[in-house]
């Protein structure tokens, strides 16, 4: 299955936050990620989609593998 982060055009992450907790997300792989809340959030069909009650809790190992795989942090 193709991942959607080809999709997801640079400036819309750069504006896309959490909406728990409004800091910014990660993108890796196929979802948005916050780290400090071990929250992921899906991407369907290239449209992120961030609802508190669809986003999905991260276990410590988890978040370990996706932490790994981040890419780096954006210096601006």
Same mark, same amino acid.
């Given at each position: 299955?193709?991942s959607?982060? +080809?999709?997801?055009?640079p400036?819309?992450?750069? @504006?896309? &936050?959490?909406?728990? %907790?409004?800091?910014?997300?990660?993108?890796i #792989?196929d979802?948005l990620?916050?780290?400090?809340? +071990?929250?992921?959030?899906?991407?369907?069909d290239? @449209?992120? &989609?961030l609802l508190v %009650?669809?986003a999905?809790?991260?276990d410590? #190992?988890?978040?370990a593998r996706?932490m790994?795989?981040?890419?780096?942090?954006?210096?601006?």
């Amino acid at each position: 299955m193709p991942s959607d982060r +080809h999709t997801l055009p640079p400036d819309l992450l750069s @504006i896309v &936050v959490c909406p728990a %907790d409004r800091g910014p997300l990660l993108l890796i #792989d196929d979802l948005l990620y916050n780290p400090r809340l +071990h929250r992921a959030y899906r991407i369907d069909d290239g @449209i992120p &989609v961030l609802l508190v %009650d669809e986003a999905r809790d991260v276990d410590d #190992d988890e978040h370990a593998r996706l932490m790994a795989r981040a890419a780096p942090a954006d210096p601006r």
